[in-house]
C-alpha cells in the first residue's frame, strides 16, 4: 500500500541516519586519527560525496524505484555480454546480507553502548559485562519487531516525530553546547591536526583513516529506497528524499561538530571518560549536572531508537524482495507478506533471528563482533558503486536508458565518475588497521570478512543461485536510446 508522501519519507531518511546523534557517539574515533580538522573538515567532504552518490542513485530510482534497489539496477544495466543475472545475485547479497544485516546488528549495538555508558556515569560502581551489552541488544531489537508488526501504519506519524525531535533537540544541545560550555580557540577547531596517536604519523592517511566518522553518519540513505513500494509518486519523491537526507542531514552534522569542538573543553579528560562516550564527558563539564547531562542523553537516545525501527522496516522490506526474486535460499516462505498487517512478517523475522545470533558474538569477544560490523559501511559503499559503474558504462557506450523525472541531464556522466572516485578512495581507506602496530585486537576485519562473505556469495551462485535467481521483472535493459547520445 503507497501510504507514504513526501515529508514523511524524507523524514524516515533523516532519522535512519540521524547524523548529529551518530557524531556524538562517534566523534572520537576522528579525534585520534586526524584530529579537530577531520572531522570539520571530514563531514564536508563526506557530504560532498554522499551527495554525488544519493544523485547517482536517485537517477535510477526516478527510472525504476523498485525495493530491491541496488541488485535490481544492477541487473538493469549490465550489458548481456557480462551476465545480468550473476552480477544481480551477487549485489543483491553485498547489499543484503553483508551491509544491512550487519548494519541491523549495528544500530542496537550502538544503543547498548549508549545505555551503559548513562548507567556507568550515574553508577560508578556498575562493573560493565559483554553480557550486559548482548542482553541490551536483544531489547533494542525486540522493540523495532513489535512495532513494526503491530504498528505499521504508525509509521509515518512516528517518521514525522522523528524528523520534529531531530530537528528540536538539535537546537537544544547546540543552545547547551554554544552557551554554557568552555570555549576552544580558532586555531584548535580549523587548525588542529593529530597524527601520533594512533601510530599512523602520515597527516595524509591519519586524515582519510579518520574520515570513517564523518562518512558512516552520512551513509545509509538508501534506506529510503528499500520502502518505494510503500512510497506515493516513487519516482519523484524517492530521488528527491534521498538527496535531502543527505543535504539535511550534512548541514545538522557539520552545525553540531563546530559547536562539539569549541565546546570540548579540555581534550584529555573528555576522551578518557569513564563511560566510553566522550559525548557524556562533554555534556556534563558543560553542564555541571547530571539531571542536565542525562537529558541530553535521552534525547540522543530517543531519536537513535526510531531511526532503529526505520532501519528494520528497511531491510525486511530489501529482504522480502530479494526472496521474491528467488536469491534467498527458501524463497518462496521468506517472500510471504501477511495478508491482514501487509507486512512482510517472515523476512522480518528472519533479520531479527540473525541480528540477535550476531549479538551473541559479542559476549564471546567484541574484536569478533567489531569484525561484523566493520563490514556494514564497506559492503555498502561497494554496493553504490557496481550500479553506478554499470549506468555509467552504458551512458559512455551511447546506450542511454530511458530517464524518469529525475534526470542529472549532461551532468550525469561527471557525476556518475566523481560518484565513483569517492566511492572508491573511501574503500580503500575503511580497509586500513585505525592503530599501528597492527595485532589481534587492532586488526581491520572489514576486508577479510568480506572476501570470506564474498566467497559464500560465489558459492551460493555456483551451487544453485544459478538456477534459482531469476533477473527481476523489468530487469532487462530497455533499448529505446540505445543507439542514441545523451540529451
Known sequence: ????????????????????????????????????????????????????????????????????????????????????????????????????????????????????????????????ERWHGTLIMWCFIILPVVCNLYARRILVVLEI???????????????????????????????????????????????????????????GFDSVLHMSDEVKDAKRFVPRSMLLTVIINGVFAFGFIVALLYGIGDLDTVL???????????????????????????????????????????????????????????????????????????????????????ALINIGSTTAFFAILSLSTLSLYISYMLPIFFVLLRKLEGRHPTYGPFSLGKWGVPINVLALVYGCYMIVFMSFPTLLPVTASTMNYAAPVWIACLLFALGDWFFGGHKRFKVPAGGEPDFEHEKSSAT
Open 272 to 358: 578518557a571518560s569513564p563511560t566510553g562516550l566522550p559525548i557524556i564527558e562533554v555534556f556534563y563539564l558543560a553542564t555541571k549536572s547530571k539531571a542536565a547531562t542525562n537529558v541530553l542523553m535521552i534525547m540522543i537516545l530517543i531519536v537513535s531508537s526510531i531511526g532503529n525501527f526505520g532501519i528494520f522496516a528497511s531491510v525486511s522490506r530489501l529482504t522480502w524482495a530479494f526472496a521474491r526474486d528467488r536469491g534467498l535460499p527458501f524463497s518462496d516462505f521468506f517472500s510471504y507478506v501477511h495478508p491482514t498487517l501487509k507486512i512482510p512478517t517472515r523476512a522480518l523475522g528472519l533479520i531479527s533471528v540473525l541480528c540477535a545470533i550476531l
Open 1 to 128: 500500500q503507497r501510504y507514504i508522501s513526501l515529508k514523511p519519507i524524507v523524514s524516515f531518511g533523516l532519522t535512519t541516519q540521524a547524523s548529529w546523534e551518530s557524531v556524538a557517539l562517534t566523534f572520537q574515533a576522528s579525534l585520534y586519527n586526524g584530529g579537530p580538522v577531520t572531522l570539520v573538515y571530514g563531514i564536508i567532504i563526506a557530504t560532498l560525496g554522499s551527495s554525488v552518490i544519493a544523485a547517482s542513485l536517485g537517477e535510477m530510482a526516478s527510472m525504476f524505484p523498485t525495493v530491491g534497489a541496488q541488485y535490481r539496477w544492477t541487473a538493469r544495466h549490465t550489458p548481456k555480454r557480462l551476465n545480468p543475472v550473476f552480477w544481480g545475485l551477487l549485489q543483491g547479497r553485498l547489499c543484503l546480507s553483508h551491509s544491512w544485516v550487519a548494519s541491523c546488528a549495528l544500530t542496537p549495538f550502538v544503543l547498548g553502548t549508549l545505555v551503559q555508558g548513562m548507567v556507568i556515569f550515574n553508577n560508578p560502581d556498575y562493573v560493565p
Open 161 to 219: 516525530m522523528g524528523g520534529i525531535f531531530h530537528l528540536v533537540f538539535f537546537i537544544c544541545v547546540m543552545a547547551v553546547l554554544v552557551v554554557m560550555s568552555r570555549r576552544s580557540s580558532n586555531e584548535f577547531v580549523w587548525a588542529t591536526s593529530v597524527n601520533n596517536i594512533t601510530g599512523w604519523t602520515n597527516p595524509g592517511a591519519a586524515f582519510s583513516i579518520g574520515l570513517l566518522s564523518p562518512v558512516f553518519v552520512v551513509s
